[in-house]
């Protein structure tokens, strides 16, 4: 199994998507009535694609999930070159914090970080956080599901592909306990070729996961969550 996917629902897929392929140095996939595609990834490091699919209405809820970018020592340029292309700074209550808060078109926080060590090989997008009611138990499930490494020298429990190249996954303490409402970003891992989902889904039960069942019609993948609620998806080996 691998992480191949970051999805992100929105309203204006075409418009959300764009912004974030020019952010991010994306290689575009696919725009078309069903959603857009951008596959980005350093060299050596692992290929991610952000996939925004549409929705009818933005949800209300908090983001559990959200992207990071890398500022480093162009943070200022970095926050400039966001708002040129439809961000716009966002107070969610950080207060004096050493990184920047915006919120991309659609209004989805994410944050330009200051420099860290741990962040010196991901590319554009530095990390993704997810939300946790546990996070050292989450690493670990995910760590088992994606194949992602422990990464030692960051503060946070946070993993990385094996290359050490590319994003950081890090699990952030949770602020609230997850709701009943769907995440609007959320991750889809792929199996590879002899992976049986039905073993990968008792798996996920095993490790404190749960299958999901919505009346969506028939899909080829299988809709879970990880021990603190967080959506993923399952999709099909190719």
Not at 101 to 111: A, I, Y
Not at 122 to 136: E, K, R
Not at 153 to 167: I, K, V, W, Y
Request: net charge negative; glycine share 10%; with cysteine.
């Amino acid at each position: 199994m691998y992480l191949e996917n970051i999805v992100l629902d929105a309203v204006d897929p075409q418009r959300l998507g764009r912004f974030w392929e020019a952010a991010l140095g994306g290689e575009r996939l696919s725009d078309g009535p069903e959603g857009f595609e951008t596959r980005i990834g350093p060299p050596g490091g692992p290929v991610l694609d952000l996939c925004f699919q549409p929705v009818p209405a933005p949800p209300t809820d908090p983001l559990r999930l959200h992207l990071d970018l890398r500022g480093g020592s162009e943070q200022a340029a970095v926050v400039a070159r966001l708002v040129a292309l439809g961000a716009r700074p966002l107070d969610i209550g950080q207060g004096e914090v050493p990184w920047v808060v915006l919120g991309d078109p659609e209004g989805n926080p994410c944050c330009v970080l200051e420099h860290r060590a741990e962040y010196a090989a991901t590319g554009p997008l530095a990390a993704v956080p997810l939300d946790s009611a546990d996070p050292a138990r989450d690493a670990e499930f995910w760590a088992w599901l994606t194949g992602w490494v422990a990464v030692t020298s960051s503060e946070l429990a946070a993993l990385q592909h094996p290359s050490l190249r590319g994003p950081l996954l890090e699990f952030l303490p949770e602020r609230a306990s997850k709701g009943a409402a769907k995440n609007r970003l959320h991750l889809d891992v792929r199996l590879e070729t002899g992976d049986d989902m039905d073993a990968v889904a008792a798996g996920i039960g095993a490790r404190g996961g749960r299958e999901l069942h919505f009346d969506w019609g028939d899909l080829p993948w299988r809709h879970f969550a990880d021990p603190s609620g967080n959506e993923l998806c399952v999709l099909p080996a190719r």
